[in-house]
Structures are given as structure tokens and as C-alpha cells.
């Protein structure tokens, strides 16, 4: 007997992530790996998210069982944004004609004429993954790959009271703000004395290493006294220490950064120093507008929550009002995205940027060549 012959339904090929290709050009975001849409606690249990993803306007939300929906928010009829609609359980009923479309997209109900559903009413819905208090998207056309999404399981690992995350909207290309978190040597000049090096950085010229889609810098130097978010957790305050940071670009625009301080003897790691594991992660909303998603957990003082609060709160508000406005008044001066095209000034410090910049530009090469 023969083999039964095996059939496979073909991949679509999307041009622009919203299916919706007239007017747009091919996409210049890199598809085919994992972005947050939103912070976990974003999603409730009956309300609707509305978010623009990669020039895609997305509508998110959580079905019964919790877990979490998203599709573009667009009527296939006649382009309403869903969000404007209701929900029907886990259903979404569109405002304009009242088709109804069900967690995958699929149209179940047309109360007009014989109640027919025609073929084409489906919207299309995006992959999502729920980890380290994130709800991450996968918006290519490839098959979602969970195996995509680097591990940062560290933030897991302890009390909720020793993790924090935030959400900072930005009016400037996500390019940037990778650009700002993988060369830290402006933190002595824009951000003052709470997390100063004292003059140390900035003198520095940290290795960089490139490996598996991935870029490395690192930062070791010795001050007095430490860091002032470290300082008082060390045996003597006031008394010099060594500190780092170790800080890992990956695929699209996450940047994992540990930070710590140590007085005496000691691995520069987070196993001994005081100090403390963030991730940065970056989803564009469009060309010129970014949505700025960061986490952090702690290696001390793990237990007190109004702690917690008050460094989240301090952190937030440090990127808002220190690299927030830099970063977005370089946008506007640039009044392109083409960084390179600008011929900038390039120096030691620009080191790990332009390797990711460029190790960006030749992975999303690699995608639009198939």
C-alpha cells in the first residue's frame, strides 16, 4: 500500500504585518521573532488594548481562561477599528455592521441579509507568549518559535516585591534607544548623582564581543564611593568599590543589563555583587514612535514592597525626564532614520551601538531576501 500523501496548508505571505500590503512598502522591521505588545497587567479581564505594533494597529485583549488575544484591529467590511465594537464573551462585535469575530478571527455571525458569512471575513490574529511578566508577539509569517525568545528567566527567580516593570512611550525610532542603553557612557552627564561613575566610564574603552546574533559590552571600574543605589546596601558606604556592567544586545530589540557593586573580595557578577538584572526591550510603533518596555529585579531588599514601588517609580521617571527628551529631540533634529547617512561623528564609546546597528541591518537583509 502506498504512503497516504501528506498535505500542508501554505504559509501566507504577508508584505506588511497587518496583511493589508496596498500603500505600504515591505516592512522594515525584522518579522520572524518575538516583540512585547504589553506589560501582563495591561490586559484585564473584559477590557480591550488597542496598540499600534510595526505600523499594525492591534487589538488585545483576554479571553475567559485568561489567556491572551490579539488581532488587527480592523473590520475586513469596512476597516472600523474593532476596539470601537463590544465584547461578547470572547467574541468582538464590530460598532459599524455588528459582524462578530471570534478569538481566531473567524467572522460566526452576520445579521444582515440571509446571514451568509462570506469567505474573506476573517481577521488575521497574532501569536502570543506570556513570560517574565510580558506578553510577547510574534508578527512575522514564519511559524511562531517560542525557542526565539532569549531567556530571561532571571526575572522570575524571587518574591514579587523584587521585580518591577514599567512602560514609557517615545517619540523617536527604537534604533535610538538601543543606541542610549548599549553605550552608557552618558550616564555620568545626563542622569546626575543617583547612578554616577564619578568621571570612571566615560575614560573607558569596554571589550565588545559579537556572537549568535548577539552583542556584548562590558564595563569594569573601581569609585568612591559606589553608586548611590548600591552604596548604603555595602559594608561601608562611603568606601570605594568596584562595580560593572554587563550588557547583551539580542534580536529585535531586547538589551539585557545587569548592574552591581561590590568592597572586597569578589566575582563582578549578580552571585556577589549588590546589584541588580533589567531587561530593556523596545516595540515599534512606527518609524518615529517606539514603545519603551523595561524590568528590573533586585538581589537585595527583596521583601519590601513599598521599596519596590519607589524604585520603579524613580526609575521610570528617570528615563522620562533624563534620556527621554534627549532621545527624542535627536529624532527631531535628525528628521531621518538613516543614522549612517547623517556621516556622524563616531568614537570609542559608539562601539557596541554601531555593531548592533549594523548586525540589525544585515538580519533584516537576510529576511527580505527570504
Known sequence: MDAPTRTTTPIPIYTHPSGNPVGKPDTPYLLNCWYVAAMSRELGAEAMLTRQLLDTSMLMYRKADGAPV?????????????????????????????????????????????????????????????????????MGDEPADAAKLPDFSELDNGPATGVAHTYMPMKAN???IIDNVMDLSHIDHVHGEIITTRGQLSPLIPPVKEDNDTVNVRWEWRQTPAMMIFANFLPDPAAEARGFFDITWSAPANIQLSVGAIQGEGALDLNDTVGQYDLHTCTPASATETHYFFATRRN?????????????????????TEDGPIIEAVQKEMNTNDFFSLNPVLMSNDAAPVRVRRLLARLIAQQSRG
Open 174 to 176: 527604537y534604533e535610538l
Open 300 to 320: 537585595h531588599i527583596v521583601d519590601d514592597g513599598e521599596y519596590n514601588q519607589m524604585k520603579i517609580e524613580a526609575m521610570h521617571n528617570a528615563f522620562v
Open 70 to 138: 490579539a488581532m488587527h484591529d480592523r473590520c475586513p467590511h469596512r476597516f472600523v477599528p474593532l476596539s470601537m465594537g463590544e465584547r461578547h464573551g470572547d467574541d468582538v462585535v464590530c460598532k459599524y455592521h455588528a459582524l462578530r469575530f471570534d478569538c481566531s478571527g473567524q467572522c460566526t455571525h452576520n445579521p444582515h441579509g440571509t446571514g451568509r458569512i462570506p469567505a474573506a471575513a476573517k481577521v488575521r490574529t497574532f501569536p502570543l507568549l506570556e513570560k517574565h511578566g510580558f506578553v510577547w508577539i510574534w
